[in-house]
């Protein structure tokens, strides 16, 4: 972590040998901020609306009905390798820009398109790790179930997926984090977020060294906010491992 304080340490030397420049940054930090609000706010509402599609593809995928099975099956394999920045894009021109709720045209924003963009990957990802966590509880545990009588949807209900939830922790919190860095590719289709935001203060400023610094901001907000995720999703791998 010495290198973490080196940088750090740099970093700010660097605002305290140049006052412009720290003072144009400090202007410009409420922007950055309002845009960095809308990548969490993305990758909230994508991780979100993907768990709950991804947990319920997850139980198809595992289905003794093949009908069930191979739609789940086959969705899982073609978004799991799909790009994160063609989704983004295909979701932007696929849905409208307004849409009719009884009567009134409402504007379909971009934001939420891009929501629609990663929620697409992500419940392929939790639908495999929902699939995982349910295969490694011991087959033993569905035959003392069926042995008093559940069906196989009420053992997976009760006894199933609870257990699920902690095996399923750590790689879901991996997952996150890997969609709010994707949450930049939303400026690529007009979204204002800390990307956009950052390019509209550079092109305002228009010097070389406000440009540099404020894109390493940039990296240090991805990195503030992704890296603590990193930590606590090793911490839990190592508490959760079987002894």
């Not at 073609?78 to 045209?105: K, Q, S």
């Amino acid at each position: 972590m010495a290198w973490l304080g080196l940088a750090a340490a740099g970093f700010l030397l660097w605002f305290v040998l140049d006052a412009r420049l720290a003072r144009d940054l400090l202007d410009w930090l409420p922007y950055l901020a309002s845009g960095f609000a809308m990548n969490i706010l993305i990758s909230v509402l994508a991780m979100g609306a993907g768990t709950l599609a991804g947990v319920m593809l997850g139980a198809m995928e595992l289905s003794a009905s093949r009908l069930v099975r191979a739609p789940a099956v086959a969705y899982v394999q073609v978004f799991r390798n799909a790009p994160h920045l063609v989704l983004i894009f295909a979701t932007t021109y696929i849905f409208p820009f307004e849409i009719v709720v009884a009567g009134n045209y409402l504007p379909f924003p971009d934001w939420l398109k891009a929501v629609f963009g990663l929620a697409i990957p992500a419940s392929a990802y939790v639908a495999e790790i929902v699939r995982g966590a349910i295969q490694s509880v011991p087959t033993t545990q569905w035959d003392a179930a069926k042995g008093v009588g559940m069906s196989r949807g009420q053992t997976l209900r009760w006894i199933i997926l609870p257990q699920c939830l902690r095996r399923a922790l750590p790689p879901w919190m991996n997952l996150y984090a890997s969609i709010t860095m994707s949450t930049a590719l939303a400026s690529l289709v007009g979204v204002h977020e800390l990307l956009h935001a950052a390019t509209d203060a550079s092109t305002a400023v228009r010097r070389d060294d406000f440009t540099i610094a404020v894109y390493l901001t940039v990296l240090a907000a991805f990195f503030l906010f992704c890296f603590p995720i990193s930590r606590l999703t090793r911490r839990l791998e190592r508490r959760l491992a079987p002894r």
